[in-house]
């Protein structure tokens, strides 16, 4: 049979067609399911802080850790099959193109063979000026036919090196997403381990558990008033023409989620945070989207800082410096896939999205240093912290 202007085996393509669309419609409905509890997510934390309403989340969380799971695993499939049925046509065009070029070759015989007799001799071999007439058309039909099927071969070429290039990024695919399913699953073990704290927790009254709370919040606005006081003081003594020329596009977006608490003065900071002021960017995201560094750069420090001041700052976090004199945090994450020293490109995955630190729902926390400003040093509460002259995002993103 043809397909796509090649030819496959006909049983082997169709059965691989129906298990990818098999594959999809699993997908397209895990995605639903994904969907709805994060639906439900939305309605949990529209809640008052609560050990409840923390477990309620924790768990609504690990179902859609699961589904993610289960997400990653169909997607690996599905591309498995993909990448079978590109092997099929790609046998199929194989086979054509050997066909085509056998044939280009007979023509090209017979072209030479005419060339070689010669236009006067094939006119006076023939019987008639009507022999003649039809042995010389039957020459350019020869070549015509040539064109059509050289014009064929060029066309099977390109689609093969299409699906050639089409199979190795399917198998880029499905690398990446074997990438996410370990991390995934590393992400699922560290929640379990919150949501048994929480139900041991869960044992005392909702009274110790408020009471602790409130201790945490004291131990933030501390702390958070500690790199405000450090930052300032920074930014004072900063040489605004080291910095890039802010424009769009100096950096890129380091997830795909939409921000949800901008720079500076905000309405949550205001109520939120003992100096009033947020030093970055925040992004809404679940715990375990993928999160990519900004620009081009060298990992210059990681941490948890939830080790030295739990619930009460970044948490677990990732620094990079980049060539154009800024250097980007990203804090909250659930996982670092990266290590202080390691290179990484533009778009690269470095971590996933979480809830660690001082966080009242997953989210990614981005701010942006003037680089010869950053450093890593002591505080007084919560071991050592990144510091620096903060920067608007908004200005470079």
Sequence with gaps: MSC????????????????????TKELQ?????????????????????????????????????????????????????????????????????????ETIGLILAEIQKNDNEGSLQTFLKSSSLADSLLEMQSLTNFQENLSVEISSLNKLTTDLETNVKQTADKKRAIQAENVNLVNKKAIIEDQKTYQKDLLAQSKNQEKVYQANLNKLFDKQAEISAEIDKVEQELKAKLDPSLLPP?????????????????????????????????????????????????E????????????????????????????????????????????????VKRGQLIGYAGN??????????????????????????????????????????
């Design 246 to 294: 802010s424009g769009s596009g100096i950096l890129g977006r380091p997830c795909l989620g939409p921000i949800v608490q901008q720079y500076g003065r905000t309405a949550f900071a205001l109520r939120a945070y003992k100096n009033h002021f947020h030093n970055g960017l925040d992004f809404d995201l679940n715990i375990g989207d993928p999160l990519f560094a900004a």
């Design 356 to 397: 660690t630190g001082y966080s009242t729902g997953p989210h990614l926390h981005f701010t942006v240093y003037a680089s010869k400003s950053f450093y890593m040093g002591s505080s007084r509460s919560c071991g050592v912290m990144p510091y620096g002259a903060n920067l608007n995002p908004n200005d470079y993103l």
């Design 29 to 101: 409905d895990v995605q639903k399911e994904i969907s709805d509890a994060q639906s439900q997510m939305a309605v949990i934390s529209k809640r008052s802080q609560s050990l409840d309403k923390e477990l309620q989340s924790t768990q609504n969380t690990l179902n859609q850790l699961n589904l993610g799971i289960k997400s990653s695993t169909l997607t690996i499939q599905k591309l498995g099959l993909e990448i079978q049925n590109l092997n099929s046509q790609i046998g199929g065009i194989g086979t054509d193109i050997e066909t085509k070029k």
């Design 296 to 343: 081009d750069g060298k990992v210059v420090a990681t941490g948890d800082l939830d080790r030295y001041c739990p619930r009460q700052s970044y948490g677990r976090f990732v620094v990079i410096t980049h060539n154009n004199n800024l250097t980007t945090l990203y804090g909250h994450m659930s996982r670092i896939i990266v290590k202080s020293g390691d290179i």
């Design 4 to 23: 796509l202007g090649y030819s496959v085996n006909a049983a082997t393509s169709s059965d691989l067609q129906t298990q990818i669309n098999a594959k």
